[in-house]
Protein backbone atom coordinates (compact mmCIF):
# COMPACT_ATOMS: atom_id res chain seq x y z
CA UNK A 1 0.00 0.00 0.00
CA UNK A 2 0.99 3.40 -1.18
CA UNK A 3 1.86 5.73 1.77
CA UNK A 4 0.66 9.66 1.07
CA UNK A 5 1.67 12.36 3.28
CA UNK A 6 0.00 15.96 2.76
CA UNK A 7 1.64 18.91 4.15
CA UNK A 8 0.37 22.61 2.75
CA UNK A 9 3.83 23.74 2.46
CA UNK A 10 6.60 20.84 1.72
CA UNK A 11 10.60 22.07 3.54
CA UNK A 12 13.99 20.56 3.80
CA UNK A 13 13.02 19.93 7.71
CA UNK A 14 9.96 18.21 7.12
CA UNK A 15 11.26 15.86 4.02
CA UNK A 16 14.81 14.91 6.51
CA UNK A 17 12.27 14.13 9.55
CA UNK A 18 10.17 11.70 6.82
CA UNK A 19 13.31 10.47 5.48
CA UNK A 20 14.30 8.93 8.96
CA UNK A 21 10.93 8.41 10.08
CA UNK A 22 9.66 6.21 7.00
CA UNK A 23 12.67 5.56 4.80
CA UNK A 24 15.50 4.52 8.25
CA UNK A 25 13.16 3.48 11.05
CA UNK A 26 9.54 2.17 8.74
CA UNK A 27 11.69 0.76 5.84
CA UNK A 28 8.69 1.99 4.40
CA UNK A 29 8.18 4.24 0.67
CA UNK A 30 6.59 7.67 1.02
CA UNK A 31 5.58 10.49 -1.18
CA UNK A 32 4.48 13.83 -0.18
CA UNK A 33 1.92 16.60 -2.04
CA UNK A 34 0.83 19.82 -1.25
CA UNK A 35 -1.93 19.09 -3.59
CA UNK A 36 -5.14 18.91 -1.47
CA UNK A 37 -6.90 17.05 -4.64
CA UNK A 38 -4.26 14.71 -4.91
CA UNK A 39 -4.48 13.91 -1.09
CA UNK A 40 -8.44 13.65 -0.66
CA UNK A 41 -8.76 11.51 -3.93
CA UNK A 42 -5.91 9.24 -2.73
CA UNK A 43 -6.74 5.30 -2.06
CA UNK A 44 -4.06 4.02 0.06
CA UNK A 45 -2.93 4.89 3.20
CA UNK A 46 -2.32 8.86 3.93
CA UNK A 47 -1.23 11.42 6.30
CA UNK A 48 -2.84 14.26 6.91
CA UNK A 49 -0.10 17.16 8.44
CA UNK A 50 -1.23 20.57 8.32
CA UNK A 51 -3.91 23.05 9.67
CA UNK A 52 -6.58 21.45 7.12
CA UNK A 53 -8.77 18.96 9.70
CA UNK A 54 -11.85 17.59 6.47
CA UNK A 55 -9.24 15.94 4.28
CA UNK A 56 -9.31 12.65 5.88
CA UNK A 57 -6.39 10.47 6.07
CA UNK A 58 -3.99 10.30 9.57
CA UNK A 59 -4.41 13.18 11.18
CA UNK A 60 -0.82 14.72 13.02
CA UNK A 61 -1.12 18.23 13.80
CA UNK A 62 1.76 20.71 12.44
CA UNK A 63 2.74 23.32 15.09
CA UNK A 64 4.93 25.33 12.11
CA UNK A 65 8.82 24.52 13.35
CA UNK A 66 9.40 22.42 10.05
CA UNK A 67 8.48 25.20 7.65
CA UNK A 68 10.76 27.77 9.31
CA UNK A 69 14.21 28.73 7.81
CA UNK A 70 15.15 30.39 11.15
CA UNK A 71 16.93 29.06 14.17
CA UNK A 72 15.39 30.53 17.81
CA UNK A 73 14.96 30.17 21.09
CA UNK A 74 11.78 27.94 21.44
CA UNK A 75 10.99 27.61 25.44
CA UNK A 76 9.81 24.08 24.71
CA UNK A 77 7.89 22.96 27.87
CA UNK A 78 7.92 18.73 27.71
CA UNK A 79 4.38 17.43 28.66
CA UNK A 80 3.26 13.90 29.74
CA UNK A 81 1.46 11.32 27.99
CA UNK A 82 1.79 8.28 29.97
CA UNK A 83 5.37 8.04 31.16
CA UNK A 84 6.63 9.29 27.60
CA UNK A 85 7.32 12.92 27.43
CA UNK A 86 6.34 14.81 24.45
CA UNK A 87 7.08 18.12 22.69
CA UNK A 88 5.29 20.47 20.61
CA UNK A 89 1.69 19.33 22.08
CA UNK A 90 -1.07 20.81 20.10
CA UNK A 91 -4.46 19.13 19.32
CA UNK A 92 -5.95 16.37 21.59
CA UNK A 93 -8.51 15.26 19.29
CA UNK A 94 -5.90 14.72 16.35
CA UNK A 95 -5.16 10.88 15.42
CA UNK A 96 -1.81 11.99 17.85
CA UNK A 97 -1.78 14.53 19.88
CA UNK A 98 1.53 16.26 19.24
CA UNK A 99 3.61 17.25 16.09
CA UNK A 100 5.81 14.11 15.73
CA UNK A 101 7.51 15.59 13.27
CA UNK A 102 8.69 18.71 14.75
CA UNK A 103 9.43 17.01 18.04
CA UNK A 104 11.39 14.05 16.22
CA UNK A 105 13.24 17.15 14.42
CA UNK A 106 14.06 19.38 17.44
CA UNK A 107 15.92 16.21 19.03
CA UNK A 108 18.17 14.60 16.11
CA UNK A 109 18.85 17.60 14.32
CA UNK A 110 20.34 18.95 17.82
CA UNK A 111 18.63 22.38 17.59
CA UNK A 112 18.97 23.34 20.99
CA UNK A 113 22.71 22.99 20.46
CA UNK A 114 22.66 25.67 17.99
CA UNK A 115 21.73 27.63 20.03
CA UNK A 116 24.20 29.88 22.33
CA UNK A 117 25.28 28.10 25.85
CA UNK A 118 27.60 28.13 28.14
CA UNK A 119 30.74 25.40 27.26
CA UNK A 120 31.96 23.07 30.01
CA UNK A 121 36.04 23.32 30.68
CA UNK A 122 36.67 21.35 26.70
CA UNK A 123 34.27 23.61 24.91
CA UNK A 124 31.36 21.05 24.56
CA UNK A 125 27.58 20.91 24.97
CA UNK A 126 27.00 20.13 28.65
CA UNK A 127 24.55 17.50 29.34
CA UNK A 128 23.11 19.52 32.01
CA UNK A 129 21.90 22.33 29.34
CA UNK A 130 20.16 19.93 27.39
CA UNK A 131 16.41 19.44 27.74
CA UNK A 132 16.31 15.75 28.17
CA UNK A 133 18.31 15.97 31.17
CA UNK A 134 16.57 19.36 32.44
CA UNK A 135 13.05 17.47 32.59
CA UNK A 136 14.38 14.29 33.34
CA UNK A 137 14.28 11.77 30.34
CA UNK A 138 17.70 11.60 29.35
CA UNK A 139 17.54 8.35 29.37
CA UNK A 140 14.78 7.35 27.40
CA UNK A 141 14.77 7.25 24.00
CA UNK A 142 11.80 9.45 23.49
CA UNK A 143 12.17 9.69 19.46
CA UNK A 144 11.99 5.78 19.46
CA UNK A 145 9.42 5.63 21.74
CA UNK A 146 7.19 8.48 19.88
CA UNK A 147 7.91 6.53 16.45
CA UNK A 148 7.19 2.98 18.16
CA UNK A 149 3.83 4.47 18.75
CA UNK A 150 3.16 6.17 15.26
CA UNK A 151 3.69 2.66 13.92
CA UNK A 152 1.40 0.94 15.90
CA UNK A 153 -1.25 3.84 15.21
CA UNK A 154 -0.72 3.48 11.34
CA UNK A 155 -0.84 -0.24 11.53
CA UNK A 156 -3.98 -0.35 13.43
CA UNK A 157 -5.81 2.73 10.88
CA UNK A 158 -4.06 0.55 7.47
CA UNK A 159 -3.45 -2.79 7.90
CA UNK A 160 -1.94 -3.70 4.76
CA UNK A 161 0.61 -0.85 5.22
CA UNK A 162 4.18 -2.66 5.16
CA UNK A 163 6.09 -1.02 8.40
CA UNK A 164 9.27 -3.09 9.60
CA UNK A 165 9.22 -2.70 13.56
CA UNK A 166 13.15 -2.67 13.16
CA UNK A 167 15.50 -5.06 15.24
CA UNK A 168 17.61 -4.96 18.20
CA UNK A 169 20.84 -4.79 17.36
CA UNK A 170 24.40 -4.50 19.53
CA UNK A 171 27.42 -2.71 18.04
CA UNK A 172 30.52 -2.87 20.65
CA UNK A 173 33.13 -0.24 20.30
CA UNK A 174 36.14 0.56 22.17
CA UNK A 175 38.23 3.90 22.65
CA UNK A 176 42.36 3.43 22.57
CA UNK A 177 43.48 6.69 24.50
CA UNK A 178 46.35 4.85 26.39
CA UNK A 179 47.52 1.71 24.98
CA UNK A 180 50.34 0.82 27.86
CA UNK A 181 50.09 1.90 31.08
CA UNK A 182 54.13 2.40 31.65
CA UNK A 183 55.73 0.59 27.96
CA UNK A 184 56.66 2.93 24.95
CA UNK A 185 56.11 6.03 26.62
CA UNK A 186 59.77 7.39 26.25
CA UNK A 187 62.31 8.30 28.33
CA UNK A 188 61.13 11.91 29.72
CA UNK A 189 57.53 10.12 30.64
CA UNK A 190 58.63 6.86 31.94
CA UNK A 191 61.25 8.39 34.32
CA UNK A 192 58.52 11.33 35.35
CA UNK A 193 56.23 8.42 36.19
CA UNK A 194 58.66 6.54 38.09
CA UNK A 195 59.23 9.79 40.21
CA UNK A 196 55.67 9.72 41.14
CA UNK A 197 54.81 5.81 41.80
CA UNK A 198 57.66 6.12 43.98
CA UNK A 199 56.14 9.26 46.32
CA UNK A 200 52.56 7.29 46.15
CA UNK A 201 54.21 4.35 48.17
CA UNK A 202 51.36 1.85 47.05
CA UNK A 203 53.82 -0.88 45.42
CA UNK A 204 53.08 0.51 42.16
CA UNK A 205 56.32 1.57 41.49
CA UNK A 206 57.63 -2.46 42.46
CA UNK A 207 54.71 -3.25 39.52
CA UNK A 208 55.97 -0.47 37.13
CA UNK A 209 59.70 -2.16 37.67
CA UNK A 210 58.13 -5.87 37.11
CA UNK A 211 56.69 -4.70 33.88
CA UNK A 212 59.76 -2.94 32.20
CA UNK A 213 61.85 -5.86 33.34
CA UNK A 214 59.54 -8.38 31.31
CA UNK A 215 58.34 -10.11 34.47
CA UNK A 216 54.58 -9.06 34.07
CA UNK A 217 52.59 -7.85 31.77
CA UNK A 218 51.69 -4.58 30.95
CA UNK A 219 48.43 -3.63 32.88
CA UNK A 220 46.49 -1.87 29.69
CA UNK A 221 47.99 -4.28 27.34
CA UNK A 222 44.55 -5.87 26.96
CA UNK A 223 44.07 -6.48 23.26
CA UNK A 224 44.81 -10.35 23.18
CA UNK A 225 42.17 -10.27 25.91
CA UNK A 226 39.47 -8.08 23.75
CA UNK A 227 39.97 -10.14 21.55
CA UNK A 228 38.87 -13.32 22.87
CA UNK A 229 36.07 -11.81 24.55
CA UNK A 230 34.52 -10.63 20.98
CA UNK A 231 35.50 -13.84 18.95
CA UNK A 232 34.06 -16.10 21.43
CA UNK A 233 30.77 -14.38 20.92
CA UNK A 234 30.71 -13.51 17.67
CA UNK A 235 31.10 -10.02 17.71
CA UNK A 236 32.99 -7.49 16.05
CA UNK A 237 33.89 -4.54 18.03
CA UNK A 238 34.93 -0.95 16.25
CA UNK A 239 37.73 -0.03 17.73
CA UNK A 240 39.21 4.06 17.31
CA UNK A 241 42.92 5.10 17.50
CA UNK A 242 44.36 8.29 18.63
CA UNK A 243 46.99 8.47 15.89
CA UNK A 244 48.21 12.30 17.32
CA UNK A 245 51.45 13.75 18.65
CA UNK A 246 51.72 13.58 22.56
CA UNK A 247 50.09 16.51 23.86
CA UNK A 248 48.45 17.46 27.42
CA UNK A 249 44.87 15.53 26.54
CA UNK A 250 46.54 13.18 23.94
CA UNK A 251 48.48 10.70 25.44
CA UNK A 252 48.76 7.76 22.97
CA UNK A 253 52.03 6.39 22.04
CA UNK A 254 53.42 7.70 18.91
CA UNK A 255 52.06 6.13 15.84
CA UNK A 256 55.28 5.79 13.89
CA UNK A 257 56.42 3.57 16.85
CA UNK A 258 56.45 -0.33 15.33
CA UNK A 259 54.34 -1.49 18.70
CA UNK A 260 51.63 0.83 17.49
CA UNK A 261 51.85 -0.57 13.84
CA UNK A 262 51.80 -3.95 15.44
CA UNK A 263 49.02 -3.34 17.97
CA UNK A 264 46.66 -1.78 15.28
CA UNK A 265 47.83 -4.97 12.95
CA UNK A 266 46.54 -7.22 15.87
CA UNK A 267 43.46 -5.52 16.72
CA UNK A 268 42.45 -6.01 12.96
CA UNK A 269 41.99 -9.67 13.36
CA UNK A 270 39.15 -9.21 15.25
CA UNK A 271 37.84 -5.87 15.38
CA UNK A 272 37.10 -2.70 12.40
CA UNK A 273 39.62 0.07 12.75
CA UNK A 274 38.71 3.63 13.13
CA UNK A 275 39.88 7.04 13.79
CA UNK A 276 39.80 8.46 17.01
CA UNK A 277 40.27 12.33 16.14
CA UNK A 278 42.62 14.39 18.42
CA UNK A 279 41.95 17.17 21.08
CA UNK A 280 43.67 18.93 19.39
CA UNK A 281 42.26 18.37 15.88
CA UNK A 282 39.12 19.34 17.56
CA UNK A 283 38.39 22.76 14.79
CA UNK A 284 42.10 21.58 13.15
CA UNK A 285 41.44 20.46 9.10
CA UNK A 286 44.94 20.35 8.53
CA UNK A 287 45.17 18.00 11.68
CA UNK A 288 42.45 15.64 11.23
CA UNK A 289 43.54 15.80 7.60
CA UNK A 290 46.88 14.31 8.98
CA UNK A 291 45.89 11.90 11.72
CA UNK A 292 43.21 10.25 9.23
CA UNK A 293 46.41 9.80 6.16
CA UNK A 294 48.30 7.88 9.30
CA UNK A 295 45.98 5.65 10.57
CA UNK A 296 44.84 4.65 7.09
CA UNK A 297 48.63 4.74 6.01
CA UNK A 298 49.12 2.04 8.90
CA UNK A 299 45.94 0.37 8.13
CA UNK A 300 45.95 -0.11 4.27
CA UNK A 301 42.56 0.62 4.60
CA UNK A 302 40.51 4.05 3.57
CA UNK A 303 39.21 5.56 6.82
CA UNK A 304 35.52 6.60 6.78
CA UNK A 305 34.58 6.27 11.03
CA UNK A 306 35.39 8.50 13.24
CA UNK A 307 34.81 9.28 17.52
CA UNK A 308 36.41 12.77 18.59
CA UNK A 309 38.61 12.64 21.71
CA UNK A 310 37.30 13.77 24.42
CA UNK A 311 33.87 13.91 22.48
CA UNK A 312 35.26 17.23 22.20
CA UNK A 313 32.66 18.38 19.11
CA UNK A 314 30.47 21.58 18.24
CA UNK A 315 28.15 21.57 15.74
CA UNK A 316 27.90 22.40 12.96
CA UNK A 317 31.25 22.98 12.41
CA UNK A 318 33.13 19.57 13.81
CA UNK A 319 30.81 17.61 11.47
CA UNK A 320 30.83 19.82 8.45
CA UNK A 321 35.02 19.28 9.17
CA UNK A 322 34.58 15.59 9.04
CA UNK A 323 32.67 15.37 6.06
CA UNK A 324 35.01 17.64 4.47
CA UNK A 325 37.95 14.89 5.59
CA UNK A 326 36.25 12.13 4.28
CA UNK A 327 34.64 10.43 7.16
CA UNK A 328 31.38 8.83 6.55
CA UNK A 329 30.58 7.33 9.75
CA UNK A 330 30.63 9.28 13.34
CA UNK A 331 30.17 7.97 16.76
CA UNK A 332 30.49 10.95 19.09
CA UNK A 333 26.69 11.61 19.53
CA UNK A 334 26.57 10.80 23.27
CA UNK A 335 27.25 12.55 26.72
CA UNK A 336 30.49 12.34 28.75
CA UNK A 337 28.52 12.99 31.91
CA UNK A 338 25.61 11.47 31.48
CA UNK A 339 24.41 8.05 29.85
CA UNK A 340 21.48 8.47 27.71
CA UNK A 341 20.19 9.11 24.55
CA UNK A 342 21.67 12.84 23.55
CA UNK A 343 19.60 12.97 20.82
CA UNK A 344 16.45 11.18 22.28
CA UNK A 345 17.44 8.12 19.84
CA UNK A 346 19.41 4.76 19.33
CA UNK A 347 18.51 4.55 15.66
CA UNK A 348 21.34 6.18 13.02
CA UNK A 349 20.38 9.28 11.60
CA UNK A 350 22.04 11.31 9.10
CA UNK A 351 23.54 15.06 10.14
CA UNK A 352 21.27 17.89 9.62
CA UNK A 353 23.30 21.07 8.77
CA UNK A 354 20.76 23.77 10.45
CA UNK A 355 22.43 26.57 9.55
CA UNK A 356 22.38 25.51 5.73
CA UNK A 357 19.34 23.78 5.85
CA UNK A 358 20.30 20.57 4.39
CA UNK A 359 20.29 16.95 4.88
CA UNK A 360 24.31 15.37 4.19
CA UNK A 361 25.51 11.97 4.53
CA UNK A 362 27.09 12.08 7.14
CA UNK A 363 25.97 9.39 9.15
CA UNK A 364 25.51 9.75 12.94
CA UNK A 365 26.07 6.75 15.24
CA UNK A 366 24.48 7.21 18.67
CA UNK A 367 26.21 5.45 21.77
CA UNK A 368 24.08 4.84 25.44
CA UNK A 369 26.40 4.30 27.65
CA UNK A 370 30.77 4.51 28.64
CA UNK A 371 32.86 2.90 31.25
CA UNK A 372 34.69 6.34 32.13
CA UNK A 373 31.17 7.90 32.72
CA UNK A 374 29.46 5.69 35.18
CA UNK A 375 32.76 5.02 36.98
CA UNK A 376 34.26 9.15 36.96
CA UNK A 377 31.32 11.00 36.72
CA UNK A 378 28.88 9.24 37.85
CA UNK A 379 30.67 7.64 40.65
CA UNK A 380 28.54 4.36 40.14
CA UNK A 381 29.79 1.42 41.82
CA UNK A 382 30.36 -1.32 39.20
CA UNK A 383 27.22 -3.33 40.81
CA UNK A 384 25.12 -0.29 39.94
CA UNK A 385 26.68 0.24 36.91
CA UNK A 386 25.68 -2.73 35.73
CA UNK A 387 22.15 -2.52 36.81
CA UNK A 388 22.23 1.19 35.17
CA UNK A 389 23.54 -0.29 32.28
CA UNK A 390 20.80 -3.35 32.27
CA UNK A 391 18.17 -0.72 32.34
CA UNK A 392 19.40 0.84 28.94
CA UNK A 393 19.28 -2.36 27.07
CA UNK A 394 16.07 -3.08 28.05
CA UNK A 395 15.05 0.79 26.79
CA UNK A 396 16.98 -0.25 23.49
CA UNK A 397 15.53 -3.55 23.29
CA UNK A 398 11.68 -2.68 23.84
CA UNK A 399 12.21 -0.03 20.52
CA UNK A 400 14.31 -2.43 18.06
CA UNK A 401 17.27 -0.17 18.31
CA UNK A 402 20.86 -0.24 18.41
CA UNK A 403 22.26 -0.31 21.77
CA UNK A 404 26.18 1.03 21.47
CA UNK A 405 28.87 1.14 24.48
CA UNK A 406 32.35 2.43 24.83
CA UNK A 407 34.68 0.19 27.21
CA UNK A 408 38.91 1.58 27.05
CA UNK A 409 41.79 -0.85 26.79
CA UNK A 410 42.07 -0.19 30.43
CA UNK A 411 39.01 -1.07 31.67
CA UNK A 412 39.35 -4.40 30.44
CA UNK A 413 42.55 -4.76 32.86
CA UNK A 414 40.64 -5.01 36.17
CA UNK A 415 43.73 -3.12 37.39
CA UNK A 416 43.70 -0.34 39.83
CA UNK A 417 40.73 2.39 39.37
CA UNK A 418 39.57 -0.57 36.91
CA UNK A 419 39.04 -3.68 39.55
CA UNK A 420 35.67 -5.22 39.06
CA UNK A 421 34.96 -3.27 35.51
CA UNK A 422 35.82 -6.48 33.26
CA UNK A 423 33.10 -8.24 34.93
CA UNK A 424 30.55 -5.60 34.07
CA UNK A 425 31.17 -5.77 30.68
CA UNK A 426 31.43 -9.55 30.82
CA UNK A 427 27.63 -9.76 32.34
CA UNK A 428 26.66 -6.57 29.93
CA UNK A 429 27.63 -8.78 26.70
CA UNK A 430 25.99 -11.88 29.05
CA UNK A 431 22.40 -10.09 29.11
CA UNK A 432 22.43 -8.51 26.12
CA UNK A 433 22.74 -11.65 24.57
Given at each position: ??????????????????????????????????????????????????????????????????????????????????????????????????????????????????????????????????????????????????????????????????????????????????????????????????????????????????????????????????????????????????????????????????????????????????????????????????????????????????????????????????????????????FASSIGFRAGTSKPFNFYDLERETETS??????????????????????????????????????????????????????????????????MLDYIK
Amino acid sequence: MDLLIYTEQPSPRLQYVLNFVFRDCFKCDFSVTDQEATFSTHKGAGINYSGKYGLGGFLIPKSGLLAEDCIRKLGLMPELSGEVPQLFSHDKEADLPFDIFSAVFYMISRYEEYLPFHPDQHGRFPAARSLAHRYDFLESPVVDLWIKDLREKLTESFPELDISPGKFTYLPTSDIDLPFAILHRGMMRRVGANIRSSMKRNGELKMRRAVLSGEVKDPFDTFDEMGDIHTSRGLQPIIFFLTSGYGRYDKSISPDNETFRELVDKTMKYGSPALHPSYRSAGNSSILQKEIHTLSAITGKKILSSRQHYLKFNLPESYRQYLEAGIREEYSMGFASSIGFRAGTSKPFNFYDLERETETSLRVIPFQVMDRTLKDYMNLSPETALQKIKQLVDAVRLVKGTFVSIWHNDAFSDHGEWEGWKDVYLEMLDYIK
